[in-house]
């Protein structure tokens, strides 16, 4: 039986529960998965999440008796427990971009977020950004850039291979997809690295076929 055990929202609309999931099945980590239904009307799937922890909120990781939660402290939980994954660069200057623009995405883009819940199912067609949603798509292009125009010879993701920076990234590009946003060619580019990703492509099809559809999280 796998060590690891990872509490997980709905695939369909848990992001920050996708980003730890993903560093772990890209890297092929045996781990168990616990889902558990967000914002259900049974008090009973709020008790299991306050069960892994008590901040109440998934993803949380659980590794014996040491239990993470936060998607970031997961993935440096990981980072740190499997050092050959090379979840970070391996040159301080690197590890310090990457840690920056995980940071980034952890504590912002905000607008973005809430304009534009990850919503795997929703029928692809745009919406109107408003003009911080709009500076936050163009901020998330630009560093996307920045880290393929310096890393890119070693790979083809954000820092050479499949990373820390990828997996915070991933859920944008769902929203990028669902919600039409118009991206440059090179952000298209990048889309397509990660939505070639057997362990990204493994998440969407899961996320799909759930049946649980949250009212609040679905726009008209
Ligand atoms: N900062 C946290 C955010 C976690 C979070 O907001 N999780 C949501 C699902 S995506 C949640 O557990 N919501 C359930 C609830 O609040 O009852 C992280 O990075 O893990």
Known sequence: MAALKLAIGNKNYSSWSMRPWLALRANDIPFAET???LYTDNPADK?????????????????GETVVW??????????ECYPEKKLWPD???????????CAEMHSGF???RSECGMNLHRPIRPVTLSPDAKANVARIEEIWRE??????????????GFGAADAMY???????????????PDTKAYMETMM???????????GLAETLVIDRFEDA
């Open 35 to 37: 889902l558990i239904p």
């Open 47 to 63: 008790e299991q999440i306050l069960s892994f922890s008590r901040a109440g909120k998934v993803p949380v990781l659980v590794d």
């Open 70 to 79: 936060d998607s970031l402290a997961i993935i440096e939980y990981i980072a």
């Open 91 to 101: 040159e301080a200057a690197a590890r310090a971009h990457a840690r920056s623009v």
């Open 110 to 112: 905000v607008p973005l």
């Open 147 to 160: 880290c393929r125009a310096r890393y890119g010879a070693k790979g083809p993701f954000l820092f050479g």
């Open 170 to 184: 991933a859920p944008v590009v769902h929203r990028l997809r669902t919600y039409a946003i118009d991206v440059a």
């Open 196 to 206: 070639a990703l057997p362990a990204f492509q493994q998440w969407t099809r899961e």
